[in-house]
Structure formats: structure tokens, C-alpha cells
């Protein structure tokens, strides 16, 4: 069993930046894939950015060149950086390990608003 805790939402202006941090509770050393999906009000739950064991990054078309996705092993801890931030990136925010072996675990989810 991990534990997941997605932190660091919250009020953004247009334009804005927002950093969401993502802690598991033991090793993600073994973790093959970490992402970040989102869903917003009576919309499905979306993949935004993933991160592989090696560093491999993707990104949905409408977040390329405005967040950054990021892993830091040693902190159990992946990060999505987010600049540029627009109304539309509205939504909650959901942290997803998957590990080699086929396990999933969502973390509870972050509220991201962009408003003015």
C-alpha cells in the first residue's frame, strides 16, 4: 500500500504560476510511471504530464511549453511546474504512481482555480 499527497494548489491569476508537489510514502524508486491528470467540473479525468523511471516526459498538446513535470527520488516527490497558467486550466489535480508490476494508487487531489 502507498500513500499519495498531492500539495501546493490553489488561486492563480491568468498568467500566473503554481507549483503541485506530489510525496508517496515509501520509495518511488520502483514506481515505472508518475502523472498528473486533472478534471474539471462534469468533465472526464484527464492525463496532463507523465514521468518515467528514466526521465521520459509527455505532455498533453494544451500544456506543452507551459508546465513542467519533475521527480525527485531521493524526496519520494514529483513535481508539476505550471506558468502561463489559463482559466482553462481550471480543475482538480490528481497525482497517479504506477509501479512495474501493475499497481495503481491516486492521490486525494489539489484544487487548482485560475481566476482574476
Known amino acids: 500500500q502507498v500513500q499519495v499527497v498531492e500539495s501546493g494548489g490553489g488561486l492563480a491569476q491568468p498568467g500566473g504560476s503554481l507549483r503541485l508537489s506530489c510525496t508517496a510514502s515509501?520509495?518511488?524508486?520502483?514506481?515505472?510511471?508518475m502523472a498528473w491528470h486533472r478534471q474539471a467540473p462534469g468533465r472526464q479525468r484527464d492525463l496532463v504530464a507523465s514521468?518515467?523511471?528514466?526521465?521520459?516526459?509527455n505532455y498533453v498538446d494544451s500544456v506543452k511549453g507551459r508546465f513542467a513535470i519533475s521527480r525527485d527520488n531521493a524526496k519520494n516527490t514529483m513535481y508539476l511546474q505550471m506558468n502561463s497558467l489559463k482559466p482553462e486550466d481550471t480543475a482538480e489535480y490528481y497525482c497517479?504512481?504506477?509501479?512495474?508490476?501493475?499497481?495503481?494508487?491516486w492521490g486525494q487531489g489539489t484544487q487548482v482555480t485560475v481566476s482574476s
Open positions: 515509501r520509495s518511488i524508486l520502483n514506481i515505472a510511471l
Open positions: 514521468i518515467t523511471s528514466g526521465g521520459s516526459t
Open positions: 497517479r504512481l504506477l509501479t512495474f508490476d501493475g499497481y495503481t494508487w
